[in-house]
Nanobody, 125 residues
Framework: QVLPVESGGKSVEAGGSLRLACEVS????????IGWFRQAPGKEREFVAG????????RYSDSVRFRFTVSKDNNKEMVYLEMSSLRPEDSAVYYC??????????????????WGQGTQVTVSS
């Protein structure tokens, strides 16, 4: 596995919910913090949410805090982003990546992977 694999994106109505999944290598999953990022047309890629290697620490951007929840399943070795109360401004391509800790994820430093294809989330009014 050279790149992370994101899945779960789709078109939903405003106010709806969606869960995205991120698959990385087992070693990366067990060792690094994993974060979600998004990029909307004409905008820079931005940090959304992150979780550290053991799931004890999470971090969220102000725009998604209280609406999105990042979690990890140790059995499946998958990282999820549960999104609720979706808004049209949440529409973007969502990506995941890994770094040493959530501070580095939020600061855009030390990414383990190049950017994958991402998964498209479209929220309609």
């Amino acid at each position: 596995q050279v790149l992370p694999v994101e899945s779960g994106g789709k078109s939903v109505e405003a106010g709806g919910s969606l869960r995205l999944a991120c698959e990385v290598s087992g070693y990366t999953f067990r060792t690094y913090a994993i974060g979600w990022f998004r990029q909307a047309p004409g905008k820079e890629r931005e940090f959304v949410a992150g979780i550290n290697w053991n799931g004890a620490n999470t971090r969220y951007s102000d725009s998604v805090r209280f609406r999105f929840t990042v979690s990890k399943d140790n059995n499946k070795e998958m990282v999820y982003l549960e999104m609720s109360s979706l808004r049209p401004e949440d529409s973007a391509v969502y990506y995941c990546n890994a770094a040493t800790n959530t501070e580095n994820l939020a600061g855009g430093r030390g990414f383990v992977y190049a950017w994958g294809q991402g998964t498209q989330v479209t929220v309609s009014s």
